[in-house]
């Protein structure tokens, strides 16, 4: 029982750092400014390319001025990050559209330095009953999408032919 207990645990808030990592992270502080600041511009491309993309229903991006918490995040970040969610237009593929990805990779953990992607419905979520889900906003179409240290172009061209096959 306490096993079930314990990985149950684990699985939803992740275990303690183990010592490779504890003795890495000193070393991940002394680059994070520059690694938080890269991504955010990238991201801020990415958002000005959604919200011109008639494929995309919505995006949740804490930099867009329609946002409802937009105002409390200029006031209280330096930048908006690199963690972008969207939503497909109904009826358009979110797993054909991951797929067709080039550079952008397909994964549940996202923060990474590598720019990655998942479908919560398929993914982290998928446990959750698909009505429960819907009634807490997450949708089969939502996409979260995590920009890491790659050039914006090149990320940007890998969505757009990604968008061209759905």
């Given at each position: 029982e306490v096993a079930d207990k314990l990985a149950f645990l684990q699985n939803s808030i992740g275990r303690a750092l183990g010592p490779a990592d504890r003795w890495l992270l000193p070393r991940g502080i002394?680059?994070?400014?520059?690694?938080?600041?890269?991504?955010?511009?990238?991201?801020q491309l990415i958002y000005d390319y959604f919200?011109?993309?008639?494929?995309?229903?919505?995006?949740?991006?804490?930099?867009?001025?329609?946002?409802?918490?937009?105002?409390?995040?200029?006031?209280?970040?330096?930048?908006?990050g690199g963690?972008?969610?969207?939503?497909?237009?109904?009826?358009?593929?979110?797993?054909?559209?991951?797929?067709s990805l080039r550079i952008i990779d397909l994964a549940e953990s996202l923060g990474g330095v590598e720019s990655l992607?998942?479908?919560?419905?398929?993914?982290?979520?998928?446990?959750?009953?698909?009505?429960?889900?819907?009634?807490?906003?997450?949708?089969?179409?939502?996409?979260?999408?995590s920009v890491g240290l790659e050039d914006g172009q090149d990320l940007l061209d890998d969505l757009k032919q990604s968008f061209s096959k759905i």
């Amino acid at each position: 029982e306490v096993a079930d207990k314990l990985a149950f645990l684990q699985n939803s808030i992740g275990r303690a750092l183990g010592p490779a990592d504890r003795w890495l992270l000193p070393r991940g502080i002394t680059t994070l400014a520059a690694r938080m600041e890269f991504p955010h511009k990238t991201t801020q491309l990415i958002y000005d390319y959604f919200s011109r993309n008639d494929k995309v229903a919505r995006i949740y991006y804490p930099g867009d001025p329609a946002s409802q918490g937009y105002e409390i995040a200029k006031r209280q970040m330096r930048g908006f990050g690199g963690i972008i969610s969207f939503e497909l237009e109904k009826g358009l593929d979110p797993k054909k559209f991951v797929e067709s990805l080039r550079i952008i990779d397909l994964a549940e953990s996202l923060g990474g330095v590598e720019s990655l992607i998942e479908i919560p419905a398929l993914m982290t979520h998928a446990s959750i009953p698909r009505d429960i889900r819907l009634k807490n906003g997450i949708k089969d179409e939502l996409i979260r999408l995590s920009v890491g240290l790659e050039d914006g172009q090149d990320l940007l061209d890998d969505l757009k032919q990604s968008f061209s096959k759905i």
